[in-house]
C-alpha cells in the first residue's frame, strides 16, 4: 500500500505539472517558538503556569528569589543619597570659597589704598626734611626739630614699605583662594558625577530586581515546559518556550526542477494531514537563495570523493490567505501538501 501510494503521488505531481502546478507534500507549519530564559541566576519560588496552557504577552509565567537583588536596589539608593549629600556639600564649600575671595579681595583693595596714603605721608615727610634740613644750616631751626622731622621722614618710609608688604601678602592670598575656588569647582562636578553614576548603579540594580518576575515574551501556548518550584536556574537557562499560535506560516520543499517558474505572490493550494478534506489557500512570500542542503550541520562537499547527483530542495515560504483558519488550530510542526498555481 505504501508503494502504491508514492506511485499514485509521483503519478499526481507530474499531471500537476503538466498542468501549470507545482505539488509537494514535502512542507510543514512553522510558527515562532520564543524561549523563556531567566536573565540572572536565582531560584524558582513559584511557576504560575502549566504545559499547553494559552498566556498573553506580559502574563507572569514565573516569580524568582529576590532578596538579594531587593538588598542591592537599596544599597544602590545608599549610595545615591551619599553621593547627593556630598554634592551639597561641595556646593556649600564652593559658596565658602566664593566668599573667602570677596573678603580677600577686599583687603587688596583696602591694602592698595594703604599704600596711597603712605606714600602721601611719606611725599610730606621728604618736603619737611628738606625744609628743615634747609633751616638747621641756616640755624633758623633746632637741632632736635630736625631730629624728629628725619624720625617722621623715615616713619613713613617704614611705613610704606610694610603697607607694599601687605599688598604683595593680599595678592597672594587672593591667587590662593582663587586657586581654592577652582579646587571646589571640580569638587563639585566630581560629585555630580558621582550622582549620575549612582543613578545609573540604581536603574541598573532595578532592572535586575524586575528579572526576578519572568512573563511571557508573546502570544501563545506554553511548551516545553522544564522547571519547578524550588530549582535554581542559571542565567540563559532555557525553562519553557511560547509557541506563537497567532500567526503560522508554510515551508515547502520544492525539487530544484518546480521552481523554475515559479513566482512571489502566485495562489496555492494546502491540504493539512491533520484536516483532510478541507483545503486551504495561500500565496508564495519569498522563495529561499540557497537549497536546503547547504544550511544542513554537515553540507555536502562535491568537490571530493564519488559525485552522485542529488536533486536539491528548495525551500518556500507561504502565507495563509484563508481566514478560516482561525477556526482550525495550526501548530508548528504539522504535515500539509501544497500545489503553487505557476500559470
Do not use: H
Not at 482561525?326 to 500539509?336: D, F, H, N, T
Request: glycine share 4%.
Amino acid at each position: 500500500m505504501k508503494k502504491l501510494y508514492y506511485i499514485l503521488f509521483a503519478a499526481s505531481t507530474i499531471l500537476a505539472s503538466c498542468n501549470g502546478r507545482e505539488t509537494t507534500d514535502n512542507a510543514q507549519i512553522e510558527a515562532n517558538i520564543s524561549p523563556v530564559i531567566p536573565k540572572v541566576n536565582s531560584t524558582v519560588e513559584r511557576v504560575l503556569v502549566n504545559d499547553n496552557q494559552v498566556v498573553k504577552e506580559g502574563d507572569i509565567l514565573i516569580v524568582l528569589d529576590d532578596a538579594n537583588y531587593k538588598i542591592a536596589v537599596q544599597q544602590a539608593e545608599i549610595s545615591l543619597a551619599l553621593a547627593k549629600q556630598n554634592v551639597s556639600l561641595s556646593q556649600s564649600n564652593k559658596n565658602t570659597a566664593n566668599s573667602s575671595v570677596n573678603t580677600v579681595q577686599a583687603g587688596t583693595i583696602s591694602a592698595n589704598a594703604a599704600v596711597e596714603a603712605a606714600k602721601v605721608r611719606l611725599d610730606v615727610a621728604i618736603k619737611n626734611f628738606q625744609r628743615f634740613k634747609n633751616l638747621l644750616a641756616q640755624k633758623s631751626a633746632t637741632q632736635q626739630q630736625f631730629d624728629g622731622i628725619k624720625a617722621e621722614k623715615e616713619a613713613s618710609e617704614a611705613q610704606i614699605k610694610m603697607a607694599q608688604a601687605q599688598v604683595e601678602a593680599a595678592k597672594y592670598q587672593v591667587a590662593s583662594t582663587k586657586s581654592s575656588v577652582q579646587t571646589s569647582d571640580n569638587g563639585v562636578s566630581l560629585a555630580e558625577l558621582s550622582v549620575k553614576q549612582a543613578e545609573n548603579n540604581l536603574e541598573a540594580a532595578k532592572l535586575q530586581l524586575s528579572y526576578c518576575t519572568i512573563k511571557a515574551p508573546c502570544n501563545g501556548v506554553v511548551s516545553k515546559k522544564n522547571v519547578q518550584k524550588g530549582q535554581v536556574v542559571a542565567l540563559g537557562q532555557p525553562l519553557m518556550a511560547i509557541a506563537n499560535n497567532e500567526n503560522a506560516w508554510i515551508v515547502a520543499n520544492f525539487k530544484e526542477t518546480q521552481v523554475s517558474e515559479m513566482k512571489v505572490g502566485q495562489e496555492v493550494e494546502i491540504e493539512i494531514d491533520a484536516y483532510s478534506g478541507k483545503e486551504f489557500t495561500g500565496k508564495v512570500e519569498s522563495i529561499s537563495q540557497a537549497t536546503g542542503s547547504k544550511f544542513s550541520l554537515l553540507p555536502a562537499d562535491n568537490a571530493t570523493g564519488n559525485f552522485v547527483k542529488v536533486t536539491q530542495r528548495i525551500p518556500v515560504k507561504i502565507n495563509f490567505t484563508d481566514k478560516s483558519t482561525k477556526e482550525y488550530p495550526l501548530r508548528a510542526g504539522m504535515s500539509l501538501a501544497v500545489t503553487v498555481k505557476i500559470k
